[in-house]
């Protein structure tokens, strides 16, 4: 049956909850992800905790990513005998397309002697050149294990590189890249935003700029923030991340406020949305598990050497 047939969005989930059964398939979806895919989701996280539960999974036969491309790729190396699929193939990654590998591994052979760290943001290429892989959830704590004097090379995100840095004291050397979403948030309006609602605490993903980051009441990862949201006794939000994390926020708090925190070129819309990540639907959703494409595949040349700074950073609790 085509997506046509549906009448309704209900229609429309209940169809793939059989699809979903009838071929052991378990659907991840990260927290950027619309809510009506996160509501059906069978796990819904950041890429740490989908990489961890990838990791876990034993009895399905397909694991459906929706996400960006590289966590297809991740869920694929943490389960190389599933069949991993997304449901939209060109939903990729600004921040991984700013780290190409051919440039990445020319930095890393100029700079010899040093630690390479890379964010799970990266292709598999990228991750096959790395020690060890971080997340905004993890970055700090897994840098913090490293002795002092370790000279390490941190890529692509530039932001997060400089927060940690910040917060450490190490001079790491970075990579010149960073997010598409992250990097747009206006310091002007969330300070404008501050004035309209005085109580709000200001969240921030360390992927942001550094002015950006100076307002926050807290900084961290997406599932840091919803943790924080819920802990916290103030009833008001300015959150600066993608916007789909305020679904979940709000799901978790109904009595509390959220207020997304708007881009420099934002006209009417408050929202910073990454384009990449919406463009996977409930549609394209169905279409992937009723026809078990787009497929995620990786080249078995790089796999082996992509799995293990993936296996190291998952040794961190």
């Given at each position: 049956m085509d997506v046509e047939n549906f009448r309704t969005e209900e229609e429309l989930k209940e169809a793939i909850t059989r699809l979903k059964k009838e071929k052991k398939a378990v659907i991840l979806a990260h927290y950027y992800q619309q809510g009506p895919i996160q509501d059906i989701a069978d796990h819904i996280g950041d890429s740490l905790a989908l990489a961890r539960y990838a990791a876990t999974l034993d009895d399905a036969r397909i694991v459906v990513l929706c996400g960006v491309h590289f966590m297809g790729e991740t869920a694929k190396l943490l389960c190389p005998d599933k069949k991993v699929l997304v449901p939209d193939a060109d939903a990729g990654c600004s921040l991984a397309d700013s780290c190409p590998v051919e440039d990445f591994k020319k930095f890393i052979e100029a700079h010899p002697g040093h630690t390479v760290i890379s964010y799970v943001n990266t292709s598999v290429g990228v991750k096959a050149l790395t020690d060890i892989l971080v997340t905004s959830g993890n970055a700090l704590k897994i840098v913090n294990s490293l002795p002092e004097d370790e000279k390490i090379i941190f890529g692509p995100d530039r932001n997060l590189g400089n927060y940690i840095n910040s917060i450490t004291g190490r001079n790491m050397l970075l990579w010149d890249g960073a997010c598409h979403v992250h990097e747009k948030f206006s310091v002007e309006k969330i300070i404008e935003l501050k004035k309209q609602h005085p109580g709000a605490k200001v969240l921030v993903h360390p992927e942001c700029k550094r002015p950006v980051v100076l307002l926050a009441d807290k900084v961290g990862s997406t599932a840091a923030l919803l943790e924080y949201t819920k802990a916290s006794d103030a009833t008001q939000f300015i959150v600066a991340t993608e916007s789909g994390i305020l679904h979940q926020m709000r799901k978790d708090c109904?009595?509390?406020?959220?207020?997304?925190?708007?881009?420099?070129?934002?006209?009417?819309?408050?929202?910073?949305?990454?384009?990449?990540?919406?463009?996977?639907?409930?549609?394209?959703?169905?279409?992937?598990?009723?026809?078990?494409?787009?497929?995620?595949?990786?080249?078995?040349?790089?796999?082996?050497?992509?799995?293990?700074?993936?296996?190291?950073?998952?040794?961190?609790?």
């Amino acid at each position: 049956m085509d997506v046509e047939n549906f009448r309704t969005e209900e229609e429309l989930k209940e169809a793939i909850t059989r699809l979903k059964k009838e071929k052991k398939a378990v659907i991840l979806a990260h927290y950027y992800q619309q809510g009506p895919i996160q509501d059906i989701a069978d796990h819904i996280g950041d890429s740490l905790a989908l990489a961890r539960y990838a990791a876990t999974l034993d009895d399905a036969r397909i694991v459906v990513l929706c996400g960006v491309h590289f966590m297809g790729e991740t869920a694929k190396l943490l389960c190389p005998d599933k069949k991993v699929l997304v449901p939209d193939a060109d939903a990729g990654c600004s921040l991984a397309d700013s780290c190409p590998v051919e440039d990445f591994k020319k930095f890393i052979e100029a700079h010899p002697g040093h630690t390479v760290i890379s964010y799970v943001n990266t292709s598999v290429g990228v991750k096959a050149l790395t020690d060890i892989l971080v997340t905004s959830g993890n970055a700090l704590k897994i840098v913090n294990s490293l002795p002092e004097d370790e000279k390490i090379i941190f890529g692509p995100d530039r932001n997060l590189g400089n927060y940690i840095n910040s917060i450490t004291g190490r001079n790491m050397l970075l990579w010149d890249g960073a997010c598409h979403v992250h990097e747009k948030f206006s310091v002007e309006k969330i300070i404008e935003l501050k004035k309209q609602h005085p109580g709000a605490k200001v969240l921030v993903h360390p992927e942001c700029k550094r002015p950006v980051v100076l307002l926050a009441d807290k900084v961290g990862s997406t599932a840091a923030l919803l943790e924080y949201t819920k802990a916290s006794d103030a009833t008001q939000f300015i959150v600066a991340t993608e916007s789909g994390i305020l679904h979940q926020m709000r799901k978790d708090c109904p009595e509390k406020t959220f207020i997304p925190a708007p881009p420099d070129d934002a006209a009417t819309c408050g929202c910073n949305d990454c384009s990449y990540m919406k463009l996977n639907t409930l549609e394209k959703l169905y279409r992937c598990l009723r026809d078990e494409t787009p497929e995620i595949t990786v080249d078995p040349a790089l796999a082996e050497a992509a799995l293990r700074p993936i296996e190291r950073m998952l040794q961190f609790k």
